[in-house]
């Protein structure tokens, strides 16, 4: 069984989703294979949070762009929400050509005094 199957059965075992969440989730992991996936290209969806001007990130997220594109309907509305707060707008539809892409991009570069934000594809 792929991981990503054992991921949702976790969540549903947690009650983290319902039965008919993890039902979705497993059908369109069934539908969705990125090409560059089939192609034996593992994509990387990173995420980086540096502090102060530092060198070293204090966060260091690195998801396979596969769970990232499989889990985005699921959580998009939260993360609109939470940027929208902080007073930051994200083009979602920029997030979702560079998934589709089989290209490496920059997504998101937010730098605010010494702190800075990057997600990128690689």
Same mark, same amino acid.
């Given at each position: 069984m792929s991981e990503e199957k054992l991921k949702i059965l976790k969540m549903l075992e947690e009650k983290k989703i319902s039965s008919s969440e993890a039902m979705e989730l497993l059908e369109a992991l069934g539908k969705s294979a990125p090409s560059a996936e %089939?192609? !034996?290209?593992?994509?990387? =969806?990173? &995420? %980086?949070?540096?502090?102060?001007?530092? @060198?070293?990130?204090k966060v260091n997220i690195n998801v396979p762009l596969g769970w990232a594109k499989f889990m985005a309907?699921? &959580?998009? !509305?939260? &993360?609109? @929400?939470? =940027? @929208?707060d902080k007073g930051y707008s994200v083009d979602l539809g920029k997030i979702q050509e560079a998934i589709d892409s089989q290209e490496p991009m920059k997504i998101i570069d937010v730098q605010d005094g010494g702190d800075k934000v990057e997600i990128f594809i690689e």
């Open positions: %089939r192609e !034996g290209k593992s994509r990387t =969806l990173r &995420i %980086r949070v540096y502090e102060g001007g530092g @060198a070293e990130p309907p699921f &959580i998009e !509305g939260k &993360i609109k @929400a939470k =940027l @929208a």
